[in-house]
C-alpha cells in the first residue's frame, strides 16, 4: 500500500543564505561570529557550504532526490551593501541562482529575511527602529522588481518570534540582549509592520505569486495537570505564537498571507516556578521519556499532529517550511522522517490543507550559534573538501518524493 499526498504536492529543502552560502561579511551576523564566545567551538560560518560558488552542484543533487521545490533566502547585506546602494552584480547572481533552479524543475519559494541584517541597517537600530518597516519595504520593491520572474512562492520574513526571542531574551543572537521582553515585542511588532507592507507591495507587482510568512511552532506543554503549569504554558506559547498588533497581541499565522507556512521541530514541558522570575515565573524543560536530538531538545512526531490540527480553522494552504532533526546517527533520521510524514499525511486525511513539506535542510550547514556541530541535512558536507554525498536518510527522502507517497 502506498500513502499517496494530494497531486502537485510539494517535496523540497529549506535552507538560508547565510548558513550555506559563506563569506557573508557584510552582515551583522559575520561580525557577530568574529567576537570570542559567541559561536560553540569558536567557530565562524567562513566559508559555509560554498554554495555561492556551488550552488548548480547542490541543485543537480536536489533533482537526483526528485524533489520539485526548493526554499532559499536571498541576502539583504550583499543586495543592498549600504542604504540605498543596490548592488547590480548581486542581484544578477541572485537571477541565475533562481535561473539554475527553474532549470532543474525545481519551484523557488524565496525568503526575504533569514535571520540576518545588513551591517548599516543594524546600527541604524535594525528592527528595533521605527523606520525599519519601511527601510527593509525599499528592499522587498528591489528584490521583486528585479527577480519576481523566477519565484514561485514568496516568504516574507523567517520566524520573527525566534528572531526576537535570540536576539532580545536569550541573547544566542545579535545584538545579544538578555531578558528584554519589550525589546522582542518592539522587534516583533516592526516585523509585523514590514510584512503587511511587503505583502501588498508584492501582489502588487505579481498578483498571482502566492506571498507568506514562516512561523515556528515550538510547542509548549504543560508539566502536570495542575493549573498553574497549564497557565505557565499558555503563557509561554503566548509570547512564541504571538507579535503585537493594533488592539493586543494577535497570532502571527493571523497574519495578511495566501498560505500559512509554519516550521516545527520540538517541545518543552512548562511548571510554574516562583524563583524563574527572569523567565516570567516559567520553567521549561524536555518532557520526560522523549527523545532529544543533538540540538539539546525534545522531538517526537506525533506533535505534529497537533501542530497541524491547529491551523484547520483558517482554511488555508499549509506549507511545512521548516522540520528535521539534528543528529549525527543518519539511522535516526531515517527513522525519523516517515513517522512524521505519516502524521502530515493524516492531518490531511482530517482535512489540512497541507501542500508541500520542506526538509531543514538540503546540506549541513553553519546552524548560528550552535556553529557546526548539529547535522540537519540530508546531504553531508566534508568540513575539509566540501564534499558532497547523499545520506541514506537523503535517499529515502527521495523515493517518497518519487512516489509522492509513503510505502507501507
Known amino acids: 500500500m502506498t500513502r499517496t499526498f494530494p497531486k502537485g504536492f510539494l517535496w523540497g529543502t529549506s535552507s538560508a543564505a547565510h548558513q550555506v552560502e559563506g563569506d557573508n561579511r557584510n552582515s551583522d551576523w559575520w561580525e557577530w561570529e568574529q567576537q570570542p564566545g559567541h559561536i560553540a567551538d569558536g567557530e565562524t560560518s567562513g566559508i559555509a ?6 550552488y548548480r ?18 541576502e539583504w547585506s550583499r543586495i543592498e551593501p549600504s542604504e540605498g546602494d543596490f548592488d547590480a552584480r548581486q542581484l544578477r547572481h541572485y537571477r541565475d541562482v533562481l535561473g539554475e533552479l527553474r532549470e532543474q524543475g525545481l519551484a ?40 519576481g520572474d523566477l519565484v514561485a512562492m514568496w516568504c516574507t520574513i523567517n520566524e520573527p518570534s525566534i528572531y526576537g526571542a535570540q536576539g532580545w531574551v536569550t541573547g544566542e543572537f545579535p545584538p545579544g540582549h538578555r531578558g528584554d521582553l519589550a525589546g522582542q515585542y518592539r522587534v ?26 514562516s512561523h515556528h511552532k515550538f510547542l509548549f506543554l504543560p508539566a502536570s495537570r495542575r493549573r498553574r503549569d497549564r497557565l505557565a504554558a499558555m503563557a509561554a506559547q503566548t509570547v512564541t505564537d504571538r507579535w503585537p498588533a493594533r488592539g493586543g497581541l ?59 490540527d491547529e491551523l484547520k480553522p483558517y482554511g488555508k494552504p499549509v506549507y511545512l517550511t521548516e522540520n528535521g532533526i539534528a543528529t549525527m546517527d543518519d539511522s535516526l533520521r531515517v527513522e525519523y522522517l516517515p513517522a512524521v510524514l505519516a502524521q502530515v499525511h493524516a492531518a490531511i486525511e482530517r482535512g489540512v490543507d ?8 538540503n546540506l549541513d550547514n553553519f546552524e548560528w550559534a550552535r556553529g557546526y556541530a548539529p547535522r540537519f541535512g540530508l546531504i553531508a558536507v566534508d568540513r575539509k573538501t566540501l564534499e558532497r554525498t547523499i545520506k541514506p536518510s537523503g535517499r529515502l527522502y527521495a523515493r517518497i518524493a518519487a512516489a509522492n507517497g509513503l510505502l507501507d
Not at 49 to 54: A, E, G, L, Q, T
Not at 57 to 74: G, P, Y
Not at 289 to 297: K, L, P, Q, R, S
Open 49 to 54: 557550504c560554498d554554495s555561492y560558488h556551488r
Open 57 to 74: 552542484e547542490d541543485f543537480a543533487l536536489l533533482r537526483e532526490m526528485k524533489q520539485n521545490t526548493h526554499r532559499m533566502s536571498v
Open 108 to 147: 523557488p519559494m524565496v525568503t526575504l529575511h533569514h535571520f540576518t541584517n545588513p551591517l548599516w541597517f543594524a546600527r541604524k537600530g535594525g528592527w528595533t527602529a521605527p523606520g525599519s518597516p519601511r527601510v527593509f519595504l525599499r528592499f522587498v520593491e528591489r528584490v521583486a522588481d528585479e527577480l
Open 188 to 213: 516583533t511588532a516592526n516585523m509585523r509592520r514590514a510584512h503587511e507592507l511587503a505583502y501588498v507591495a508584492l501582489k502588487r507587482r505579481r498578483p498571482d505569486i502566492p506571498v507568506g510568512l
Open 250 to 308: 494577535r497570532k502571527i499565522v493571523e497574519a495578511t498571507c495566501d498560505y500559512i507556512g509554519v516550521a516545527h521541530y520540538w517541545a518543552q514541558a512548562c511548571a510554574f516556578d516562583l524563583t524563574r522570575r527572569q523567565d516570567q515565573f516559567v520553567r521549561r524543560f524536555n518532557p520526560p521519556g522523549e527523545a532529544v536530538t543533538d540540538m539539546g531538545w525534545a522531538s517526537n512526531p506525533a506533535w505534529m499532529a497537533r501542530v497541524l
Open 354 to 361: 497541507v501542500r508541500g513539506y520542506f526538509h531543514w535542510t
